[in-house]
């Protein structure tokens, strides 16, 4: 018997106006080769501090690539939640709150990041196939899931 196994990521992003849930966005992402070094040095004991601990988000919408080591244009570095609760996936969840900018902020691209004192590592990065607009009146709530699937056959 044989196995495979791959890393799926999702970022959802639900939009609210006065507490009210206005708009959803789902997009899936890709691991960046950078990512998947630091992953199997995680998984390995090389690196014993950390994890991923921030998500970023930009306004580049330049196409996403596994040689990608930043954000296109880094507008938010924010902390993270992490939440282990399903079997196999990992939740990373912020929010971003209202009248965080005082005018329209749009939102093209995101990632999970590592960051220390002295580095940062873009772990995952994705471009929004649709532009996330927030008002200043709007808030985010954001959902980044990294799941791990595992395939086995003959």
């Known amino acids: 018997m044989k196995d495979s196994f791959g890393i799926l990521g999702t970022l959802k992003i639900q939009k609210f106006e006065d507490k009210k849930i206005i708009e959803e966005y ?3 992402n890709l691991i960046t080769n950078v990512g ?9 004991g090389d690196i014993t501090t950390g994890g991923i601990n921030k998500m970023a ?3 580049s919408n330049v196409a996403a690539s596994k040689t990608n080591t ?6 938010l570095l924010l902390d993270v939640t992490k939440d282990y609760t399903i079997p196999g996936r990992i939740n990373f969840m912020t929010n971003i709150k209202e009248n965080t900018f005082s005018t329209i902020v749009n939102y093209k691209e995101a990632g999970l990041v590592h960051r220390t004192a002295n580095s940062e590592i873009l ?5 929004f196939s649709d532009v996330v607009y ?5 808030s985010l709530s954001l959902l ?6 595992v395939w086995w056959y003959e």
């Open 26 to 28: 789902e997009y899936k």
């Open 36 to 44: 998947l070094d630091y992953l199997l040095k995680l998984i390995g």
């Open 57 to 59: 988000l930009g306004d």
């Open 70 to 75: 930043s954000l296109g244009n880094k507008i």
């Open 123 to 127: 772990v995952t990065r994705l471009v």
């Open 134 to 138: 927030q008002k200043p009146e709007n």
């Open 144 to 149: 980044y899931s990294l799941e791990l699937q």
